[in-house]
């Protein structure tokens, strides 16, 4: 497969002067006054997408919507969308395969998808041949340098890692797939469940070839460099993943869920790994414009109880918050940085997509997080 620039692992940059730092935010935070919150506006709910939707743009800014169980793409513009051709597989699936993860290529024209029969590969429209990787995929992205894909530590058929002193969390592809990052060893199947959490990770493609990484369920972001290391850290809060107990409303628009994906031949929509419980997600989605990085934060994950965006200027370290007027949402969303705006779209299809103008966001009163402390030397991925 065709690869646009140099592998990570292959640095012709010149030397930044960048030195490595790492930031630890306390773990009570500021509460933005109401001044501080801005309202999301809805996107067209036409077309319809009766399956998963994904939201993502290039680097200069030109933003899509997919139609994961269609395969159909739209362009985005305020809040319109406009027909955009379709993603075309080299044979129709046997039975419906729709798509858990997207990711659009920071270049424009390739997408990489993880569905339930495992990763896809579409240059240009057209899907090419990508070999799987020999660890289990949780989640895929785009870095500088191609196809990134999160995986859980273990091999194939569910069995342990014994005899590695470390092994992948993330791999990139260049002719083959490689290393990015390590961690642990998956040591019984007793962990799985935790790793796994542990191992949903968020990608966004950065300025000079880098790349950030960020943890799903613990707010804890990575900014690596093309050789794959880690330039800064920006963590906030608790280091353990925290489960919590769902509440009745929860369980039976979770089962609705379940039944309707049944009736149509659909993957159940992501959730976490029990019936009653489940992780309490920090960080929904990322995106990045420019060198600034925006986070979504869950409504469970602010003391407001409401849904937040976080942005964050590793250049001068700013790290600020806005409240958001964005309906609460308990599943995956995505979320991109378009020429006029960040574009958010729920995982479900019928369940809402919206805009936040560029204009707002400027004009809007952040929130500065304050109480910064030294961090530790180091820190447990």
């Known amino acids: 497969m065709a690869q646009r620039t140099s592998a990570p692992l292959v640095v012709a940059l010149v030397v930044v002067s960048l ?15 109401p001044h501080a919150t801005v309202r999301a506006l809805p996107i067209t709910s036409e077309p319809v997408v009766s399956g998963p939707q994904f939201i993502a743009a290039d680097r200069t800014g030109h933003a899509f919507l997919l139609d994961g169980a269609t395969l159909k793409l739209y362009a985005l513009r305020g809040d319109r969308l406009t027909a955009y051709g379709q993603l075309e597989r080299l044979s129709a699936p046997e039975r419906p395969n729709p798509v858990v993860f997207a990711a659009l290529s920071p270049f424009g024209g390739d997408w990489i998808l993880l569905t339930l029969a495992g990763l896809e590969y579409f240059q240009d429209g057209k899907q090419a041949t990508l070999p799987a990787p020999r660890w289990r995929a949780n989640s895929v992205g785009f870095g500088p340098f191609g196809p990134v894909v999160a995986v859980t530590p273990g091999i194939p058929g569910g069995e342990a890692t014994q005899s590695r002193k470390n092994a992948p969390s993330a791999v990139y592809f260049d ?7 390590e961690s642990q ?13 542990r191992r949903d990770l968020l990608f966004a493609a950065g300025e000079e070839n880098s790349l950030w990484l960020a943890h799903r369920f613990l707010y804890r972001v990575h900014r690596l460099n093309p050789a794959g290391k880690i330039e800064q ?25 379940l039944a ?121 991925e």
């Open 185 to 197: 060893p998956l040591r019984s199947l007793d962990e799985l469940s935790q790793m796994r959490l």
């Open 175 to 181: 002719d083959n797939w490689k290393t990015l990052r």
């Open 19 to 33: 030195l490595t730092t790492k930031v630890l935010f306390a773990a009570t935070l500021p509460v933005p006054g």
């Open 260 to 380: 309707r994906a049944r009736e149509a031949g659909q993957p159940a929509p992501p959730q976490g790994f029990q019936h009653k419980s489940s992780p309490r997600k920090s960080i929904q989605a990322i995106a990045t414009d420019g060198g600034t990085l925006y986070l979504l934060l869950a409504a469970q994950a602010t003391e407001t109880g409401k849904p937040a965006l976080d942005r964050w200027d590793p250049a001068t370290q700013r790290h600020e918050r806005l409240n958001l007027n964005l309906p609460p949402y308990s599943g995956r969303r995505t979320m991109a940085a378009g020429r006029d705006g960040l574009y958010i779209a729920n995982y479900e299809g019928d369940s809402g997509r919206w805009r936040i103008p560029w204009t707002t966001l400027v004009e809007a009163t952040w929130v500065a997080i304050a109480d910064l402390e030294a961090p530790p030397e180091k820190s447990e």
């Open 233 to 257: 850290t920006l963590e906030l809060g608790d280091r353990e993943i925290q489960p919590r107990e769902l509440s009745h409303e929860e369980i039976t628009l979770r089962e609705e869920r």
